[in-house]
Every structure is written in structure tokens, then in C-alpha cells.
């Protein structure tokens, strides 16, 4: 099974600011990451898929990177809305499973 | 638009059954593989189980496989999950969750399952 390990487990930056989260994987996912947005009360959103594409919708701001083990989500200048709980997901094909990251809380500092 | 609206939630006590629905609409359902996700209170995101969009596939977690039980009715456009044996770790809230290729694009707003005694 693979394992998605988040970090920080806690990010606190000012709006303005660059944001960058990881996401490390047990063992290679190729290009098969994407990225959640969670606000208080919400069901997550898509943000990014296969590691670098942003969803529809998303605005630029948001870009991810990364292949194999190592991922980043990268927000370039953080807005007020931004300030929310971030979750990587990965597919593995045998067995048929998705994984999630434990998430990274982006606060507001 | 394409909306996802579960229902069917509640409080059950520990060894019930409870039936979960998610009524999709604004996409050709029959299209599409869906999934359930749950989010216990507090805690991350944990995948619960994939249907494809024919029913020919289906996976389950390991903590659900033997107790729960998707199915779908496409000419409904609807989505099921049978949850028997229900447990205390059980409680969470449950979403659905339109599966793209290896990611959820659309994600309903969750229906809150409860067990307790």
C-alpha cells in the first residue's frame, strides 16, 4: 500500500505570501498526484491532477509539480480564500485503491 | 451544472445498516465511474469504495470490504451504499464522488453518518 506523507503538518504565512506544500509518496506514483482544497464545512475541491494540471476553474495561482515520489503544490501569492486544509490523493492500480495525505493546514499567521 | 446530493445519513446504533444515496445530475451518469469517501469528524479524507460505470468493477477499502456495498442505478442516475455491521470508527461523514481517471473532479456535500448507542 502506498503511503502519502504531507508536510508541513502546519503552514502559517500572510496573504501576499509564496505557499509551497509536499507531498512524499512510499514509492512511485508516476505522474498520478492531484491536490484538494478543503475549507471548514466544505467537501474538498479539485485543485490539481496528474500532478500538474490544473482543474477547470482553478486560477493560476495554484500550480503543482513534481513526478515519481516527490510533489509540490505551490500557491504563488496567498489570498484570504486560500486559507483552508490541502489533501494530496494518489491511485494505485494492484490493488485498486486511493490514497490521501494526512493534509497540510494552511493558517493564516 | 453537474451537482452530487447524498442523503440517507443518520444515527445508528453499533451492528445496524444504513443506506446511503447520492443523486447526480448536469453529467451523463452512465458515463462515469463514481466513488464514496468518508471524512471521520476532525480527521482526513479516507476512500470507502469505486464503482465503475457499467457496475462491472467494484473495489472496497480493506476497513469496509465484507460490510458495505455499492451499487448503482443508472437509469436513476443514482448512486448506493449499503452499509451493514456498522461500528463506532464508521462514523463520518460520507461523500460521493465522480471519479475523472485517477482523481475526483466533482464531490457532493456529504451526508453525516453517526454510530452510537
Known amino acids: 500500500e502506498i503511503v502519502l506523507t504531507q508536510s508541513p503538518a502546519t503552514l502559517s504565512l500572510s496573504p501576499g505570501e509564496r505557499a509551497t506544500l509536499s507531498c512524499r509518496a512510499s514509492q512511485s506514483v508516476s505522474s498520478y498526484l492531484a491536490w484538494y482544497q478543503q475549507k471548514p464545512g466544505q467537501a474538498p475541491r479539485l485543485l490539481i491532477y496528474?500532478?500538474?494540471n490544473r482543474a477547470t476553474g482553478i486560477p493560476a495561482r495554484f500550480s503543482g509539480s513534481g513526478s515519481g515520489t516527490d510533489f509540490t503544490l505551490t500557491i504563488s501569492s496567498l489570498e484570504p480564500e486560500d486559507f483552508a486544509v490541502y489533501y494530496c490523493?494518489?491511485?494505485?492500480?494492484?490493488?485498486?485503491?486511493?490514497?490521501f495525505g494526512q493534509g497540510t493546514k494552511l493558517e493564516i499567521k | 451544472e453537474v451537482q452530487l446530493v447524498e442523503s440517507g445519513g443518520g444515527l445508528v446504533q453499533p451492528g445496524g445498516s444504513l443506506r446511503l444515496s447520492c443523486a447526480a445530475s448536469g453529467f451523463t451518469f452512465s458515463s462515469y465511474s463514481m466513488n464514496w469517501v468518508r471524512q471521520a469528524p476532525g480527521k482526513g479524507l479516507e476512500w470507502v469504495s469505486y464503482i465503475s460505470s457499467s457496475s462491472s468493477t467494484i473495489y472496497y477499502a480493506d476497513s469496509v470490504k465484507g460490510r458495505f456495498t455499492i451499487s448503482r442505478d443508472n437509469a436513476k442516475n443514482s448512486l448506493y451504499l449499503q452499509m451493514n455491521s456498522l461500528r463506532a470508527e464508521d462514523t463520518a461523514v460520507y461523500y460521493c464522488?465522480?471519479?475523472?481517471?485517477?482523481?475526483?473532479?466533482?464531490w457532493g456535500q456529504g451526508t453525516l453518518v453517526t454510530v452510537s448507542s
Open positions: 496528474d500532478a500538474s
Open positions: 464522488a465522480r471519479a475523472k481517471l485517477s482523481e475526483f473532479d466533482y
Open positions: 490523493q494518489q491511485r494505485s492500480n494492484w490493488p485498486r485503491m486511493y490514497t
